[in-house]
């Protein structure tokens, strides 16, 4: 009853702390950590022990699991040389660092338990960085980077601690230093391959979306454990399964079981990162009664409180900055044959973005109850992921702005997904010619021709937001559609009511409006965040010669309307212009689709969009966006 009742209060308070964060603004790492901070020392509010086998075999696998299901493993392998510097060598660089400093700043510190200190705040949090980064809009490319390295950095890490409590009971050579990593790292990939392949094939074989989700919460931990027997890297092994099972999740689930499983691991992974930082903040009471039996003075405690925390912030800081130097010395070298080098600017974010977390906490606690000044350095393990939340979490989102880092640009966004979906699309129309047969009866082919159509036009709407036009066609269709929903939800809702039809067939009817309103919620989230001035090309012309081509400056025919649509009494959606003569025409959302009738009639290949701050072009003949 006790532990049941503990649950829904940590559950309850997280959500109760989430909605304020997010209404004001703030930091919702932060705000947990704090909130539990408080209640520790509030009368009868129950010792919460965060133990770390709890955390690291019981949290960690499903929250790098869920992480790393998400994680692209083609942008992965494009930034798998920066992820390994910031994943291994800035773990050790880091571990030694603070280990050097905590070693000459604690009273009879070993410096064996000044490294385990260094590996305990070493690896920043996953998820920490990556809330900050997408809520101020970092470049996309640096938020996988941030989310690459805390995916492979905690195995890092765990491997030094475990090499630095061995260290602790007796020597160690740096030969078996350097076995032991290799055999973590490649027992670890072994398991997750296994795991990852095994589980992927039993996937194929699945047709139950409960099936499948249930296995898929088994995966973490049967990767975890099934490299931690023989010695090997659990947290690496849990990343690659998850590296895996994304990459393969197209092929071997079906959409609703994809759907399905998304969902919940999105719950579980929101649950869980929350409940932990909320669990962090609870231990300081605990925490500072152990260490006030240490009988250090409290100037002495914050004096090394501080000084491992600026150890943790300035190794990485001095790591990014040798790493820049480096990769400049080679470019002038022309050692290193890549055009460009990423700009300072770059570095210093991601100098900054070392927010601690929950594992740094939990390891911690691994230490040794014998381990000399134990109390101390878990107290210093604590100060470091709170500061980190409170001096880089907060001042990280100002220091994007400052830097004016490029945001994701939804334009860019918007034109790449209307691309793909004008290839899926033509690829689907052409299937569909090649297997209809006269049975087929011609409604229904016309239907599905439609669909695919309505479609990638409500797509390539989106790319016209800047124009004087309230409400496209899709935008219309969306907001008459769900007011048909609620009206017949509530005739629903009547026969349920009324009881003039069974309850199975009710859920089922149910089931048929949720997923309609899912698919209309789902553009209406993707409408929210395209709503930004289009002005990005998306460099996808590839062979086409008519793309490449220098079109001389035309005239346009119209400067804000389709001729052809006022002629006939018609409306349009967005224009277009020909860049062979400057011909103005509506678009193929629009009811006439002049500009494509245009083609047809003069065989001028490619035309650009008309609309305000928008250079995007797209090529009749070879079907290729430029």
Not at 350 to 378: C, H, K
Not at 451 to 460: G, I, T
């Amino acid at each position: 009853m006790e532990i049941a009742a503990a649950l829904v209060v940590l559950v309850v308070t997280v959500l109760i702390v989430m909605v304020v964060a997010r209404r004001l603004d703030w930091s919702a790492p932060l705000c947990l950590v704090v909130v539990g901070v408080v209640a520790s020392y509030i009368p009868g509010v129950p010792e919460y022990e965060l133990d770390p086998e709890v955390v690291l075999v019981g949290l960690l696998p499903p929250l790098l699991y869920s992480a790393s299901v998400q994680t692209s493993l083609i942008a992965f392998r494009k930034l798998r040389g920066p992820i390994m510097l910031l994943s291994v060598g800035l773990v050790v660089f880091t571990a030694l660092g603070v280990g050097l400093v905590a070693w000459a700043v604690i009273p009879g510190l070993p410096l064996a338990a000044g490294i385990a200190l260094g590996a305990v705040v070493a690896p920043p949090d996953a998820v920490a960085a990556s809330v900050v980064a997408r809520r101020v809009g970092m470049p996309r490319k640096l938020v996988r980077l941030l989310e690459g390295e805390s995916l492979f950095n905690d195995a890092a890490a765990l491997v030094a601690l475990r090499t630095a409590i061995a260290a602790l009971s007796g020597a160690i050579s740096l030969w078996q230093v350097g076995l032991d990593f290799l055999q973590a790292a490649v027992l670890g990939v072994v398991a997750g391959l296994l795991v990852g392949t095994v589980t992927s094939f039993v996937r194929t074989r699945i047709d139950e979306p409960v099936f499948d989700t249930a296995l898929s919460f088994a995966v973490p931990f049967a990767a975890y454990l099934l490299a931690e027997i023989p010695h090997g890297s659990g947290v690496l092994a849990v990343v690659v399964a998850g590296l895996i099972h994304g990459h393969t999740a197209p092929r071997v689930q079906s959409g609703s079981a994809r759907l399905a499983s998304r969902l919940n691991w999105q719950t579980v992974q929101f649950l869980l990162e929350n409940i932990v930082f909320l669990l962090i903040g609870l231990q300081l009471r605990r925490i500072i009664s152990e260490v006030a039996e240490t009988g250090l003075s409290a100037w002495t405690l914050v004096g090394i409180c501080a000084a491992v925390l600026g150890a943790t912030i300035l190794t990485r800081v001095v790591w990014m900055v040798g790493i820049g130097m480096l990769k400049r010395l080679l470019h002038r070298l022309h050692v290193d044959r890549r055009k460009k080098v990423w700009p300072w600017r770059y570095s210093a974010v991601i100098a900054w973005a070392g927010m601690r977390g929950v594992v740094t906490l939990a390891a911690a606690f691994i230490l040794p109850e014998d381990t000399p000044q134990r109390a101390v350095l878990v107290l210093a393990a604590f100060v470091v992921v709170a500061g980190t939340l409170v001096v880089q979490g907060m001042s990280l989102p100002p220091l994007i702005r400052r830097l004016r880092l490029p945001r994701p640009d939804p334009a860019e966004d918007a034109l790449q997904e209307a691309a793909v979906l004008n290839d899926m699309t033509r690829v689907a129309l052409a299937k569909l010619e090649e297997l209809q047969t006269d049975q087929d009866p011609p409604e229904i082919v016309q239907r599905l021709r439609q669909r695919l159509q309505d479609r990638v036009n409500s797509a390539w709407e989106q790319l016209g937001r800047q124009s004087t036009l309230a409400e496209t066609p899709s935008d219309a269709y969306r907001r008459l559609r769900m007011l048909l929903l609620d009206a017949e939800r509530e005739e629903f809702l009547k026969a349920r009511d009324n009881g003039t039809a069974d309850d199975d067939v009710l859920r089922r009817v149910l089931v048929r409006l949720d997923m309609e309103e899912s698919m209309l919620d789902r553009d209406d989230e993707v409408l929210d965040t395209e709503a930004r001035e289009l002005n990005t090309p998306a460099a996808t012309s590839g062979s086409c010669k008519h793309l490449k081509h220098e079109w001389a400056d035309v005239d346009p025919s119209a400067t804000d309307v389709c001729q052809a649509c006022v002629d006939e009494g018609s409306t349009w959606v967005h224009l277009r212009l020909c860049l062979k003569c400057g011909n103005v025409a509506c678009c193929d959302s629009s009811p006439r689709k002049h500009a494509t009738e245009h083609f047809h009639d003069t065989r001028h290949p490619v035309m650009r969009s008309f609309e305000p701050g928008e250079s995007w072009k797209w090529c009749f003949v070879d079907n290729q966006l430029g």
